[in-house]
Antibody
Framework: EVQLVDSGGGLVQPGGSLKLSCAASGFTFSDSAMNWVRQAPGKGLEWVGRIRTKTNNYATVYAESVKGRFTISRDDSSNTAYLQMNSLKTEDTAVYYC???????????WGQGTLVTVSS | DVVMTQSPLSLFVTLGQPASISCRSSQSLVYSDGKTYLNWFQQRPGQSPRRLIYKVSNRDSGVPDRFSGSGSGTDFTLKINRVEAEDIGVYYCMQGAHWPRTFGQGTKVEIK
Protein backbone atom coordinates (compact mmCIF):
# COMPACT_ATOMS: atom_id res chain seq x y z
CA GLU A 1 0.00 0.00 0.00
CA VAL A 2 1.31 3.44 -0.95
CA GLN A 3 1.67 5.88 1.91
CA LEU A 4 2.95 9.42 2.28
CA VAL A 5 3.06 10.57 5.89
CA ASP A 6 3.51 14.28 6.49
CA SER A 7 4.84 15.52 9.82
CA GLY A 8 6.60 18.42 11.51
CA GLY A 9 3.90 21.07 11.49
CA GLY A 10 3.16 23.31 14.44
CA LEU A 11 2.98 26.85 15.74
CA VAL A 12 5.88 29.15 14.92
CA GLN A 13 6.41 32.87 15.29
CA PRO A 14 6.82 35.16 12.28
CA GLY A 15 10.44 35.10 11.16
CA GLY A 16 10.91 31.60 12.55
CA SER A 17 11.79 28.31 10.89
CA LEU A 18 10.25 24.88 10.62
CA LYS A 19 11.18 21.68 8.80
CA LEU A 20 8.48 19.37 7.48
CA SER A 21 9.02 15.71 6.64
CA CYS A 22 7.28 13.36 4.26
CA ALA A 23 7.89 9.64 4.78
CA ALA A 24 7.09 7.50 1.75
CA SER A 25 6.43 3.80 1.40
CA GLY A 26 4.86 1.39 -1.06
CA PHE A 27 6.41 2.79 -4.24
CA THR A 28 9.88 3.46 -5.65
CA PHE A 29 10.53 6.78 -3.93
CA SER A 30 13.94 7.28 -5.51
CA ASP A 31 12.37 7.23 -8.99
CA SER A 32 9.72 9.82 -8.13
CA ALA A 33 9.85 13.60 -8.20
CA MET A 34 8.26 15.00 -5.05
CA ASN A 35 6.22 18.16 -4.64
CA TRP A 36 4.82 20.20 -1.80
CA VAL A 37 1.38 21.82 -2.11
CA ARG A 38 -0.22 24.00 0.55
CA GLN A 39 -3.74 25.08 1.42
CA ALA A 40 -4.42 28.11 3.58
CA PRO A 41 -7.44 27.79 5.89
CA GLY A 42 -10.62 27.81 3.82
CA LYS A 43 -8.70 28.47 0.62
CA GLY A 44 -7.63 26.61 -2.50
CA LEU A 45 -4.51 24.67 -3.41
CA GLU A 46 -1.17 26.36 -4.05
CA TRP A 47 1.85 24.56 -5.46
CA VAL A 48 4.97 25.29 -3.39
CA GLY A 49 7.84 23.47 -5.07
CA ARG A 50 9.31 20.28 -6.48
CA ILE A 51 12.46 18.21 -6.27
CA ARG A 52 13.44 15.81 -9.01
CA THR A 53 15.31 12.53 -8.73
CA LYS A 54 19.04 11.77 -8.46
CA THR A 55 19.05 11.02 -12.19
CA ASN A 56 17.90 14.59 -12.72
CA ASN A 57 20.43 16.00 -10.25
CA TYR A 58 17.83 16.62 -7.54
CA ALA A 59 16.81 19.76 -9.42
CA THR A 60 14.41 22.00 -7.53
CA VAL A 61 11.92 24.64 -8.57
CA TYR A 62 9.81 26.88 -6.32
CA ALA A 63 6.83 29.17 -6.37
CA GLU A 64 7.79 32.85 -6.34
CA SER A 65 5.99 33.29 -3.03
CA VAL A 66 8.49 31.01 -1.24
CA LYS A 67 11.63 31.30 -3.37
CA GLY A 68 14.67 32.10 -1.27
CA ARG A 69 12.90 31.15 1.97
CA PHE A 70 11.89 27.50 1.44
CA THR A 71 14.16 24.60 0.48
CA ILE A 72 13.08 21.13 -0.60
CA SER A 73 15.45 18.21 -0.09
CA ARG A 74 15.23 14.45 -0.04
CA ASP A 75 16.95 11.41 1.44
CA ASP A 76 16.44 8.43 -0.84
CA SER A 77 18.06 6.09 1.69
CA SER A 78 15.19 6.74 4.11
CA ASN A 79 12.49 7.45 1.51
CA THR A 80 11.87 10.89 2.99
CA ALA A 81 11.32 14.32 1.47
CA TYR A 82 11.72 17.53 3.42
CA LEU A 83 10.53 21.11 3.29
CA GLN A 84 12.76 23.53 5.19
CA MET A 85 10.85 26.77 5.78
CA ASN A 86 12.73 29.87 6.94
CA SER A 87 11.71 33.50 7.48
CA LEU A 88 8.13 32.40 7.92
CA LYS A 89 5.33 34.89 7.41
CA THR A 90 1.75 34.85 8.68
CA GLU A 91 0.61 34.21 5.10
CA ASP A 92 2.51 30.90 5.13
CA THR A 93 -0.11 29.53 7.52
CA ALA A 94 -1.55 26.49 5.77
CA VAL A 95 -1.86 22.74 5.64
CA TYR A 96 1.17 21.45 3.76
CA TYR A 97 0.85 18.30 1.66
CA CYS A 98 3.63 16.32 0.09
CA UNK A 99 2.58 14.73 -3.17
CA UNK A 100 4.02 13.07 -6.22
CA UNK A 101 1.74 15.37 -8.29
CA UNK A 102 2.13 13.15 -11.34
CA UNK A 103 0.75 14.80 -14.48
CA UNK A 104 1.40 12.21 -17.14
CA UNK A 105 0.79 8.67 -15.86
CA UNK A 106 -1.31 6.51 -13.56
CA UNK A 107 -0.56 6.70 -9.86
CA UNK A 108 -0.58 9.97 -7.96
CA UNK A 109 -0.13 10.07 -4.21
CA TRP A 110 -0.75 12.62 -1.46
CA GLY A 111 0.10 12.79 2.21
CA GLN A 112 -2.47 13.57 4.87
CA GLY A 113 -1.09 17.06 5.35
CA THR A 114 0.48 18.83 8.30
CA LEU A 115 -0.70 22.19 9.66
CA VAL A 116 1.72 25.07 9.95
CA THR A 117 0.53 28.11 11.89
CA VAL A 118 2.62 31.26 11.80
CA SER A 119 1.49 33.60 14.52
CA SER A 120 2.83 35.68 17.38
CA ASP B 1 2.15 32.15 -14.62
CA VAL B 2 -0.71 30.24 -16.24
CA VAL B 3 -4.01 31.32 -14.74
CA MET B 4 -6.62 28.59 -14.35
CA THR B 5 -10.20 29.83 -14.16
CA GLN B 6 -12.98 27.52 -13.05
CA SER B 7 -16.72 28.02 -13.31
CA PRO B 8 -18.99 27.87 -11.54
CA LEU B 9 -17.34 28.26 -8.15
CA SER B 10 -20.34 26.73 -6.45
CA LEU B 11 -22.68 24.04 -7.74
CA PHE B 12 -25.84 22.72 -6.12
CA VAL B 13 -26.93 19.47 -7.70
CA THR B 14 -29.75 17.00 -7.27
CA LEU B 15 -28.75 13.42 -6.56
CA GLY B 16 -28.83 11.40 -9.75
CA GLN B 17 -28.57 14.46 -11.97
CA PRO B 18 -25.53 15.45 -14.06
CA ALA B 19 -23.02 18.14 -13.15
CA SER B 20 -20.42 19.94 -15.20
CA ILE B 21 -17.42 22.09 -14.24
CA SER B 22 -15.51 24.25 -16.67
CA CYS B 23 -11.81 25.09 -16.48
CA ARG B 24 -10.04 27.55 -18.75
CA SER B 25 -6.32 28.24 -18.90
CA SER B 26 -4.67 31.52 -19.90
CA GLN B 27 -2.23 29.61 -22.12
CA SER B 28 -2.39 26.43 -24.13
CA LEU B 29 -1.73 23.32 -22.07
CA VAL B 30 -0.28 21.45 -25.05
CA TYR B 31 3.29 20.58 -24.12
CA SER B 32 6.21 20.29 -26.54
CA ASP B 33 5.58 16.52 -26.73
CA GLY B 34 2.16 17.20 -28.24
CA LYS B 35 0.27 16.01 -25.17
CA THR B 36 -2.09 18.11 -23.08
CA TYR B 37 -1.46 18.21 -19.35
CA LEU B 38 -4.63 18.98 -17.46
CA ASN B 39 -5.52 17.18 -14.23
CA TRP B 40 -8.69 17.17 -12.12
CA PHE B 41 -8.68 16.64 -8.36
CA GLN B 42 -11.42 15.98 -5.86
CA GLN B 43 -11.13 17.09 -2.24
CA ARG B 44 -13.77 15.70 0.05
CA PRO B 45 -14.43 17.52 3.34
CA GLY B 46 -11.56 16.99 5.76
CA GLN B 47 -9.53 14.92 3.30
CA SER B 48 -6.45 15.34 1.15
CA PRO B 49 -6.93 16.02 -2.55
CA ARG B 50 -7.23 12.98 -4.77
CA ARG B 51 -6.49 12.97 -8.48
CA LEU B 52 -9.43 11.87 -10.64
CA ILE B 53 -8.30 12.60 -14.17
CA TYR B 54 -4.92 13.16 -15.83
CA LYS B 55 -4.05 14.33 -19.35
CA VAL B 56 -7.55 15.72 -19.89
CA SER B 57 -9.52 12.48 -20.02
CA ASN B 58 -7.67 9.58 -18.37
CA ARG B 59 -9.44 8.34 -15.26
CA ASP B 60 -7.35 7.20 -12.32
CA SER B 61 -7.71 3.69 -10.92
CA GLY B 62 -10.74 3.38 -8.69
CA VAL B 63 -12.46 6.49 -10.05
CA PRO B 64 -16.07 5.71 -10.98
CA ASP B 65 -16.85 5.89 -14.67
CA ARG B 66 -19.52 8.52 -13.99
CA PHE B 67 -16.59 10.97 -13.95
CA SER B 68 -15.28 12.06 -17.34
CA GLY B 69 -12.93 14.75 -18.59
CA SER B 70 -12.80 16.42 -21.96
CA GLY B 71 -11.41 19.45 -23.73
CA SER B 72 -8.40 20.70 -25.59
CA GLY B 73 -6.00 23.61 -25.78
CA THR B 74 -7.31 26.03 -23.16
CA ASP B 75 -10.86 24.80 -22.51
CA PHE B 76 -11.65 21.79 -20.36
CA THR B 77 -14.64 20.20 -18.67
CA LEU B 78 -15.20 17.72 -15.88
CA LYS B 79 -18.56 15.97 -16.01
CA ILE B 80 -20.27 13.85 -13.40
CA ASN B 81 -22.86 11.68 -15.09
CA ARG B 82 -25.16 11.11 -12.13
CA VAL B 83 -24.12 12.81 -8.92
CA GLU B 84 -23.99 10.64 -5.83
CA ALA B 85 -23.78 11.73 -2.19
CA GLU B 86 -20.10 10.77 -1.98
CA ASP B 87 -19.27 13.27 -4.74
CA ILE B 88 -19.70 16.31 -2.48
CA GLY B 89 -16.54 18.31 -2.04
CA VAL B 90 -14.35 20.75 -3.92
CA TYR B 91 -13.01 20.04 -7.40
CA TYR B 92 -9.83 21.59 -8.76
CA CYS B 93 -8.26 21.63 -12.18
CA MET B 94 -4.48 21.90 -12.40
CA GLN B 95 -2.18 22.47 -15.34
CA GLY B 96 0.94 20.34 -15.68
CA ALA B 97 2.35 21.84 -18.87
CA HIS B 98 4.12 24.86 -17.41
CA TRP B 99 6.08 25.87 -14.31
CA PRO B 100 4.94 26.87 -11.81
CA ARG B 101 2.09 24.41 -11.57
CA THR B 102 -1.16 26.26 -11.02
CA PHE B 103 -4.60 25.25 -9.81
CA GLY B 104 -8.05 26.62 -10.46
CA GLN B 105 -9.87 28.32 -7.58
CA GLY B 106 -11.96 25.24 -6.90
CA THR B 107 -15.63 24.42 -7.46
CA LYS B 108 -17.65 23.43 -4.42
CA VAL B 109 -20.23 20.76 -5.20
CA GLU B 110 -23.14 20.44 -2.78
CA ILE B 111 -26.38 18.51 -2.81
CA LYS B 112 -29.66 20.36 -3.15
Amino acid sequence: EVQLVDSGGGLVQPGGSLKLSCAASGFTFSDSAMNWVRQAPGKGLEWVGRIRTKTNNYATVYAESVKGRFTISRDDSSNTAYLQMNSLKTEDTAVYYCTTLVVSAPGDYWGQGTLVTVSS
Amino acid sequence: DVVMTQSPLSLFVTLGQPASISCRSSQSLVYSDGKTYLNWFQQRPGQSPRRLIYKVSNRDSGVPDRFSGSGSGTDFTLKINRVEAEDIGVYYCMQGAHWPRTFGQGTKVEIK
